[in-house]
């Protein structure tokens, strides 16, 4: 499995950004992909999931009404809006897939930046 993660940047408090995570190596149908983000100084946290076959989707507190996440079937894509980002949406995000309880694949991070 591999996943590739990108989209991030450096925006203004207020601006939206949206992030893809390209997923290969085998079909996702059974499987839960997510994103998490790491701020600095911080524990990696969950921001949302969705099911790959199904798009059942969970997110956050922190996030909900402001991002959406969502995939391309077609694609093997999944994606990540981000609306109305604050500071505090600073972080390394990290896209990753799980088919049992854990998420075990990771892609490696794009890093996100809000400035006030």
């Known amino acids: 499995v591999q996943l590739q993660a990108c989209g991030g940047g450096l925006v203004q408090a207020g601006d939206s950004l949206r992030l893809s995570c390209a997923a290969s190596g085998r079909t996702f149908s059974s499987w839960v992909l997510g994103w998490f983000r790491q701020a600095p100084g911080k524990e990696r946290e969950f921001v949302a999931s969705i099911s790959w076959s199904g798009g059942v989707t969970l997110s956050a507190d922190s996030v909900k009404g402001r991002f959406t996440i969502s995939r391309d079937y077609a694609k093997n894509t999944m994606y990540l809006q981000m609306n109305n980002l604050k500071p505090e949406d600073t972080a390394v995000y990290y896209c990753?897939?799980?088919?049992?309880?854990?998420?075990?694949?990771w892609g490696q991070g794009t890093l996100v930046t809000v400035s006030s």
């Open positions: 990753a897939a799980r088919r049992e309880a854990r998420f075990d694949y």
